[in-house]
């Protein structure tokens, strides 16, 4: 129990009048932020704790890489950068004070974060309200265009339907059935909705599907995978599984499914949110073939993969990062590639002011790790990039097997939902 | 002009199949370099390639079989290595079609296997392996993979395995999967016989398989088909019923399993020092970290020992969580026993701080475990029923875990003591019971069966260092339902929560069953406070 006494608390409160009467005589650690000269600050929204841990606390130190590169050519406006980290600790509220935090305290000139769509949701009228930046990494359902937001990965229209066409058409498995499984949230919701009206502009009868939601955290999948194996029994085509849950239920969903010993060739899985990190703790011998859709996989060929690989287990060396410098996914890409398009829209514009920098979004292009050279118009705030699917291998990994010929341009709102 | 040369060449097969000996029945000899470029080419010809393998296994020469059933695995594999004159297998660096040692030229590409065509070259690879494979137990394995799409079995390749294999009781295997695949044969009572194999193991796939024949002509114009057809629905059916309601109790039991080894360590202390220990669950999740460090342990100390990890580890992960659980209670909880809110408060605290220690020591990421043979697959009992080994490990792990704390409760002194300090603290004292000691020890026991609980869960969740929260609420569902300090009413409320749980699910979906369960508790408890099994006497 900390007690006040009441010298403590009047010195205490002294001092804060001091600070608030007359910011010129601050400490210089606390000017910097209003100086011209001092560095510009980011500001990251990825939790170190909870159930989204594992994935989103990596991008921090994304984010913090990508700063550091800028940093060594420089800067940006002859100003370096520099990154500020708060954990949300996987709670959706919190994502929203920290970012109020971060825009009123610290004054961050952009925002990098958020996983799940929930925790976007809530930071959206903040980052209005506020007039602020905010570059969101993952791919997602689409439905929203914020002028406050970039969303550096696609909507359902250049990742899902391509991997659902896929599945459906003769090179896939002529896929005929679908069991939709998510997490109970909007992203798996909204993105099943837009899947079933897709399917019904394609005549594909109601009967041919079905839809179940777990609570986050869930993990005992067994009645689940029982009325997969019945869902897919009962003939009528080749069924497939569309995996929406996150965080944790993915690998627990996978063991269970392997556990009882359906194959890829049996009932394919298309983890819309499986990445390489999901697969750590598995056996993955009993779930090769599996599949994901992304618009980066670690086996993207090239230079720019190449390098960005190389600096990431350099830095995860250098730094003690405590995260595999060896695994290498999606968001953690995005996140690089917001950072460096921010950068450049900054460059461009001359000014970190929000709407100056929101002008100079039209043109930006960068060669994304992907080896795409992803882009954005004027027309909104999306980007475009390619798009990969991957099947998982043996070695906890996901092989290409299918990649787009360009960028598709991006879709923000789907006629099917 | 065309028809005439069509004619020619039907007369000229048909002269070929007539006077080739069997062995030599194809209508051609393998074209060795034409199928190494059709699995170095695109999707479709992959495919191609696979059913040319399929074709060979079955029906190809003695030479050509040995030559092929390398390339089948090394295609699933990914170890054939494309380059511009054909293709490597990586294993050996052989050429493809020569056989001949070569190294690959520049970057040889390893061809992935589209998902429609794995299954094709899984089939393939069973094949050779049923027909050459020397080890009877690969043999065994290979007719199981073919046992699963028996539609794709290449003609005749089930017999020419059978006249083959030496084995009497794979060959009545082989014999009995041919019969099987016999159900769109022409011959009417092979139909029939194959209509009796597919319903000896009833499941879902074979009734589509069976309720598809009705509408076969032969359903109207055969009564005895019709009759074995009927026959086998109705047998099928029965089956997945039974197999259906086996399913949801071994669900049930499963999911109880994993309930009752969370809640047991607390049900002890709980109902000893009416101490809520926030901090069960991450001793749960300590308990799977010591588990896994035991596995690490093995692998450098005694690799041949890796597999029974699962076993060694239970005395380390008991003592270990133990020894924490002590030092808890001498350190911290026994100053705060006169004030509960504060102990609260002071668990919640040390949850946090072990699971950030732990955060900080090993990282966020999911530990990976070895999955020893018996915690790994299933097998299939009846209709859907699969019966999967790690959730047995878990139920049979939880059933002796209760054996042994009741022993330890009931049948010792040290039990005897437990007993008498939870029904009265005073006057246990007044006896001469050391009561200080007994908490610690209590603690210690408590703390022990988490770290348990964690180790039993470590083939069934994913570990990392949040795993703990998972678990703290269900527990505390389970004692507070069963009643404070029992076991049998652990044991029951667990049963009853895991079923009502795996009942509610497949109906209103898993997100209701929680809430639905959560309302039942509190109706129920409303009703009895005290919960299902409420200790006699006077309390405190």
């Not at chain 1, 689940?224 to 849950?245: K, M, Y």
């Not at chain 2, 994993?258 to 901090?279: E, T």
């Not at chain 2, 990392?464 to 076991?487: H, R, S, W």
Request: proline residues 5%; glycine residues 8%; hydrophobic residues 50%.
């Amino acid at each position: 129990m900390v007690k006040f006494s009441r010298r403590s608390l009047l010195q205490a409160s002294g001092l804060a009048a001091v600070g608030l009467a007359s910011p010129l005589s601050a400490p210089a650690f606390l000017r910097g932020a209003q100086a011209q000269s001092g560095p510009v600050k980011l500001g990251c929204l990825f939790s170190s704790s909870g159930t989204m841990a594992n994935l989103e606390g990596r991008l921090n130190y994304v984010v913090k890489m990508a700063a550091e590169e800028i940093n060594a050519k420089g800067g940006v406006n002859g100003r370096t950068i520099d990154v500020l980290v708060s954990d949300p600790a996987s709670d959706w509220p919190l994502y929203a004070q920290s970012a109020k935090q971060m825009l009123q305290q610290e004054k961050v000139s952009a925002l990098f974060g958020c996983w799940t769509s929930v925790s976007r949701k809530t930071v959206l009228p903040v980052v209005e309200q506020e007039n602020a930046l905010l570059y969101y990494p993952l791919h997602f359902e689409g439905d929203e265009n914020s002028k406050n937001v970039v969303y550096v990965n696609s909507p359902p229209a250049s990742s899902v339907l391509p991997a659902v066409d896929y599945l459906m058409g003769e090179e896939g498995v002529s896929a005929k059935r679908f069991f939709m499984l998510g997490s109970d949230y909007v992203w798996p919701r909204t993105i099943n909705k837009q899947l079933k009206g897709y399917w019904k502009s394609k005549g594909i009868p109601e009967s041919a599907w079905k839809e179940e939601y777990v609570p986050f955290g869930f993990s005992n999948f067994q009645t689940l995978v029982n009325q997969i194996r019945a869902f897919a029994d009962e003939g009528g085509g080749q069924p497939v599984v569309i995996l929406t849950v996150v965080g944790n239920s993915i690998p627990d969903f996978m063991r269970e499914f392997a556990n009882q010993g359906i194959l890829a060739t049996d009932i394919p899985v298309l983890g819309l949110d499986m990445v390489e990190a999901d697969l750590e703790g598995l056996d993955t011998a009993k779930l090769v073939g599996h599949l994901n859709c992304w618009a980066y996989l670690q086996n993207a060929k090239g230079p720019a993969n190449e390098a960005f690989l190389n600096n990431w287990a350099g830095y995860v060396k250098a730094n003690n990062v405590p995260f595999s410098g060896t695994v290498s996914i999606d968001p953690m890409v995005s996140a690089y590639d917001s950072v460096h398009l921010w950068a450049m829209a900054a460059a461009k514009a001359g000014s970190f002011d929000v709407p100056e920098v929101s002008k100079a979004f039209a043109g930006l292009t960068f060669d994304c790790p992907s080896g795409y050279k992803i882009s954005m118009t004027g027309e909104n705030n999306y980007v475009a990039r390619g798009v990969f699917i991957g099947s998982v291998n043996d070695a906890q990994g996901f092989d290409i097997l299918w990649q787009s010929k360009d960028t598709p341009k991006p879709v923000p709102f789907s006629p099917y939902g | 002009m065309k028809l005439a040369r069509s004619a020619l060449l039907l007369a000229g097969l048909a002269g070929a199949l007539l006077l080739a000996p069997p062995a030599r029945a194809q209508a051609q000899a393998l074209d060795r370099a034409g199928l190494v470029q059709e699995l170095c080419g695109d999707a479709g010809a992959m495919g191609r390639a696979g059913a040319t393998l399929a074709a060979t296994a079955a029906a190809g020469s003695d030479e050509d079989r040995a030559w092929a059933a390398p390339l089948a695995r090394a295609a699933i594999d990914r170890k054939l290595g494309c380059d511009e004159t054909g293709a490597v297998l990586e294993e050996g660096g052989l050429d493809a079609v020569t056989r001949t040692p070569r190294a690959a030229t520049g970057t040889p590409r390893a061809p992935l296997l589209s998902l429609r065509n794995r299954p094709v070259f899984e089939l393939g690879d069973a094949a050779f392996a049923l027909r050459g494979a020397p080890d009877p137990a690969r043999r065994a394995a290979a007719l199981k993979t073919l046992e699963r799409r028996p539609a794709l079995i290449p003609e005749r390749l089930l017999d020419r395995a059978a006249e083959a294999e030496t084995d009497a009781g794979l060959k009545e295997q082989i014999d009995t999967l041919a019969q099987t695949a016999a159900l769109n044969a022409a011959d009417p009572a092979a139909r029939i016989r194959a209509i009796g194999r597919v319903a000896e193991n009833p499941s879902r796939r074979a009734l589509t398989r069976i309720s598809a024949l009705a509408r076969d002509p032969a359903y109207e114009a055969n009564p005895e088909f019709r009759a074995a057809v009927d026959a086998a629905t109705a047998r099928i059916e029965r089956g997945i019923a039974i197999g259906d309601a086996l399913a949801t109790l071994y669900n049930g039991l499963s999911f109880a399993s994993i309930l009752f080894m969370a809640a047991i360590g607390l049900a002890i202390i709980f109902g000893l020092m009416g101490v809520i220990n926030l901090a069960q669950g991450e001793l749960i999740m300590i308990g799977a970290y010591v588990t896994w460090l035991v596995q690490q342990g093995l692998r450098a100390v005694a690799p041949g020992l890796l597999d029974w990890y699962l076993i060694l580890a239970i005395p380390v992960a008991f003592l270990v969580t133990a020894a924490i659980g002590i030092a808890l209670e001498a350190s911290l909880l026994r100053h705060l026993y006169k004030r509960p809110l504060m102990s609260l408060l002071a668990t919640w605290a040390v949850s946090l701080f072990l699971m950030n220690l732990v955060r900080v020591v090993f990282g966020t990421q999911n530990l990976q475990f070895e999955t020893p043979f018996y915690v790994t697959g299933g097998v299939p009992v009846i209709g859907d029923f699969i019966f999967t080994w790690n959730r047995m490990f878990a139920i049979a792990f939880a059933a002796l875990t209760l054996a042994l704390t009741w022993a330890l409760v009931r049948r010792t002194p040290f039990g005897l003591n437990i007993r008498a300090v939870t029904q009265n603290r005073d006057m246990a004292a007044c006896i001469g019971i050391p009561t200080r000691r007994v908490d610690m020890m209590a603690f210690g026991l408590g703390s022990g069966l988490a770290g348990l609980a964690g180790l039993a869960l470590s083939p069934i969740y994913s570990v990392n260092p949040q795993m703990g929260q998972n678990f703290i609420i269900d527990a505390f569902m389970v004692v507070v339902l069963g009643g404070v300090g029992t076991i049998a009413g652990t044991v029951v409320a667990a049963l009853g929560i895991g079923q009502i749980n795996v009942l509610i699910e497949p109906l209103w979906g898993a997100v209701a069953a929680k809430v639905i369960v959560l309302l039942m508790i509190i109706a129920f408890l409303q009703w009895r406070p005290e919960g299902l099994f409420a200790v006699k006497g006077r309390r405190k």
